[in-house]
């Protein structure tokens, strides 16, 4: 059932216009991107950051319903097939595993929400949240808390750059070009990770 944008609030009207800038970011780099061995700069991080991004933005949209639940569902299970194949498929650069991996996760969330029947931007689905204490509960918070944690690293590489400490083993810190592609490339992901945690939260 179609609702109207001005429905869903101002939050969720700057969240999808946010998710809607980030995915344009992150065709921009499909199309011609540096490519760096890091969990932000990878071709699969672009594609995952355009897909989760626009499947986000459908979320919290006026199309969101029950047609648009079960494209995004199919869209997040392709997902989680693809990247899981990714991370089975050796030799792969650790950043390039690490982020086949971080987006692994981010594809199965978005499934998991979606199959609670929650429904993001128009409040839950069921008209209340998940009982807490309860192991999916658990498992959603432990979900939001990982998120969170991500978005704070990413805003650090965005500001001043990845710390070595986010590297994975055997990758120097980028500089010059690669240091600015890490940069362009942290902000879909950041975005992602922000809508992921609001999203999570908003399941609770």
Known sequence: MLRSVSGTGSFETV??????AASLVGVARLGDGRRVDTV??????DAAHVVMNLSMAAMHGPLWGPTTRSW?????AVGVLA???????PPAGPGRR??????LLAFATMGLVVLL????AHGHGHGHGLPGGTPVAVVVAALAVWFAFDLVVTVVVALVGPP???LPAGVGAPAGRDLAAVRVAAVPHGVM???MVVMLLAAL
Do not use: I, Y
């Open 83 to 89: 990247t899981g194949l990714g991370v089975l498929r």
């Open 15 to 20: 969240l999808v216009v946010a998710l809607l």
């Open 72 to 76: 995004v569902l199919a869209v997040m």
């Open 117 to 120: 029947g929650h429904d993001p």
């Open 40 to 45: 932000w700069t990878t071709r699969e991080s």
């Open 193 to 195: 990770d922000a809508a």
């Open 98 to 103: 690490a982020a086949l991996v971080h987006h």
């Open 164 to 166: 070595a400490r986010v």
